[in-house]
């Protein structure tokens, strides 16, 4: 079993409720040049990372009770004899090394090597489409492959931003999620914004104000996409 079907199993455990120690076990048990090496190019790290994020998520918060800000600062996920935090995994390795507080702008200053080292070439800013947070507002979890992230990862942003666009014409408005703004550097600035509206929803925003909606943070941890 490779480094991402590790990651789906974990996940999968996780879902359907049963045993799940023993893939954590091997994760944490692995090398670091094992894990590497079978993580060469940024599909690999895409899936795999999305569903650690995932899956660690729901450990932490359902197994080991931590909550908000804890839950995303601790360094209590093991992989690959070193330990990481959510914080590390979403803005250090899939943001390549983005200052949390940047809203996308700016570089972490501080990364460490092994982030950088393990960090993806490129940002897709698809990812904020398949991270689960466990609130009400963050998009459902998936289980992500390699070989299939490229489609996945079209799915899940075209399903998150139909459920979550409102035009309102009569006030030209487009109330839109507020991941937009939280992440604006990697969507590309508001242009950006406006390209990936007209571009994946046909919606025309020249002359609409966009309105960044409130984010539900009413807690929601079994969300999984059917």
Not at 119 to 125: G, L, T
Not at 144 to 157: D, G, H, R, S
Request: glycine share 4%; aromatic share 12%.
């Amino acid at each position: 079993m490779n480094v991402n079907q590790l990651s789906e199993q974990l996940l999968l455990q996780i879902k359907m409720g049963e045993p799940w120690t023993d893939f954590e076990s091997k994760l944490a048990n692995l090398t670091l040049e094992t894990l590497k090496k079978e993580l060469p190019a940024d599909n690999h790290k895409k899936a795999f990372w999305i569903n650690i994020y995932n899956a660690f998520f729901l450990i932490l918060r359902k197994e080991k009770k931590l909550d908000k800000p804890e839950i995303y600062r601790k360094k209590a996920i093991q992989i690959g004899g070193n330990s990481f935090s959510l914080d590390d995994i979403e803005h250090g390795i899939l943001r390549k090394y983005r200052w949390k507080f940047s809203i996308g702008y700016l570089p972490n200053i501080f990364t460490s090597s092994l982030i950088k080292d393990l960090a993806v070439s490129k940002i897709d800013y698809r990812i904020h489409f398949a991270l689960n947070c466990g609130a009400k507002s963050c998009p459902p979890i998936a289980f992500y492959a390699p070989e299939k992230i490229e489609n996945q990862l079209e799915m899940a942003t075209l399903s998150f931003l139909e459920s979550e666009t409102d035009v309102l014409n009569n006030q030209k408005e487009i109330h839109i999620t507020r991941l937009f703004l939280w992440f604006l550097g990697d969507f590309g600035g508001r242009k950006g914004v406006r390209k990936i509206l007209k571009e994946r929803l046909n919606i025309e925003t020249k002359g609409m104000k966009l309105i960044f909606k409130a984010y539900d943070w009413e807690e929601d941890l079994n969300n999984y996409r059917e």
